[in-house]
């Protein structure tokens, strides 16, 4: 039978949706590291080939510090991907909005206050009884 109602949608609490969001970042960092990689071994073939086949440059062996400069920076990319999200992966966002949010909360509820004791409501209803 054909139901014209109202579709059926599943429900994904908060946290599942972090979760998947969190597997949508990691995957999309891992898949972006491994293009750096995949290029980055083309890319040095072909500048070692330049350099030593084509005998481009030939005096001088400028194409192997191209690759070790490009190979610590596939290295920072890697650390990156693999070390540094561990320590400031969603948890530590996590905890540091929250202690943004409790600092602005925090600074709010003194700026109120310094505005109370300046000028209080009561000096600001006797003028308008006036």
Known sequence: MLSFGKKKTSEIDL??????????????????????????LIGSI????????????????????IVLAWAFLVALHTF?????????GQDWERQQRERLVNLQKKRIS???????????????????DQ
């Not at 990156?80 to 400031?88: A, E, Q, S, W, Y």
């Not at 000028?119 to 308008?128: E, R, T």
Request: proline fraction near 1%; glycine fraction near 2%.
């Open 110 to 128: 003194e700026i109120q206050k310094e505005i109370e004791t300046d000028f209080p409501l009561s000096k600001i209803n006797k003028k308008k």
């Open 15 to 40: 946290q599942q949706h972090e979760l998947l969001e969190n597997a949508h970042k990691r995957t999309k960092q891992k898949k972006r590291l491994f293009s750096h990689f995949v290029i980055f």
């Open 80 to 88: 990156n991907v693999f070390v540094t999200h561990k320590f400031m």
């Open 46 to 65: 072909f500048l070692i080939l330049a350099n030593k086949v084509l005998k481009y440059g030939e005096a001088y062996d400028w194409s192997i510090w």
